[in-house]
């Protein structure tokens, strides 16, 4: 039985190597999750760890006080969400002078779509230009930032920019 549950907590870790599609050296890196609880339910695919949760692989980082990992029918990483009153996402992509950082009260990464959306008191930086709003949307592979007002349930949170002049 305990050789069961580690391998299905494997096979629900392993996956988040596709947060840190950064290199193939980050995708051979160790997953390293702490957190003071986990609640695993194989059948629906889903991981819930629970108490300051910090994920790590290469250059890939999650933080919140909860952190939902699900897996689609074929058992691939489908979504990331983590949330508390400052969630906070970090991917250093290769080449990249400096990493990309977000702060929220939620954060969802949709594995397939290569896309993070920060929700509600959203903060991303990115070499020194820094995006707020209620909700931003970063498409990694083309790297796009989409930011709106309106965070539903929630009063609408302007929309701040500070891009840097170019060195």
């Known amino acids: 039985m305990k050789a069961l549950m580690y391998t299905a907590l494997f096979a629900l870790v392993v996956p988040l190597s596709a947060l840190g599609q950064t290199s193939s050296s980050s995708q051979q890196a160790p997953v390293e999750v702490e957190a003071d609880r986990l609640d695993l339910d194989q059948r629906a695919g889903t991981a819930v760890y629970s108490g300051n949760v910090d994920i790590r692989q290469g250059g890939m980082q999650l933080r919140g006080e909860r952190v939902e990992i699900q897996r689609n029918d074929a058992g691939e990483l489908s979504r990331a969400t983590a949330t508390g009153e400052r969630a906070y996402l970090r991917h250093q992509a290769q080449g990249q ?11 969802i990464y949709h594995v397939a779509e290569r896309r993070i959306e920060l929700i509600d008191q959203a903060e991303l930086r990115q070499q020194g230009d820094t995006f707020n709003g209620g909700r931003l949307e970063y498409f990694i592979d083309r790297e796009v930032i989409q930011a709106r007002s309106d965070v539903e349930g929630s009063e609408p949170q302007r929309i701040r920019m500070t891009i840097q002049p170019e060195q």
Not at 97 to 107: F, K, L, M, S, V
């Open 97 to 107: 002078d400096g990493p990309t950082e977000g702060w929220a009260r939620r954060i």
